[in-house]
């Protein structure tokens, strides 16, 4: 029998102030599964993404990344879940 693990990502455009932008960017590294992919830097604007072993967690960061201080909004921009499939220990 296979058992299935599944796998999120997720990619956010992130507006904050920009005289914030370093310490954004530093607090949402700190989240597990985390890559600032683009930045505008002048614009207070961050492209990220975020990976997740289940949908909760991917939530949760989500949602933390909202509660960094001087972030204005989080939009999600993309989502995909992905199932992996482990290989069955075959009994001897």
């Not at 990619?11 to 530093?26: C, E, F």
């Not at 597990?32 to 289940?54: F, H, K, N, Q």
Request: proline share 4%.
């Amino acid at each position: 029998m296979n058992h299935e693990k599944s796998w999120h990502v997720c990619g956010l455009v992130i507006q904050a102030r920009p005289a914030s932008i370093p310490a954004v960017k530093d607090a949402l590294l700190a989240f597990a599964d985390s890559d600032i992919a683009a930045e505008d830097a002048a614009r207070g604007t961050l492209a990220v993404t975020l990976g997740a072993a289940d949908s909760a967690a991917l939530l949760r960061n989500i949602e933390e990344s909202r509660n960094i201080p001087d972030v204005l909004a989080v939009s999600l921009v993309y989502h995909q879940q992905d199932e992996i499939e482990e290989p069955c220990k075959e009994a001897s």
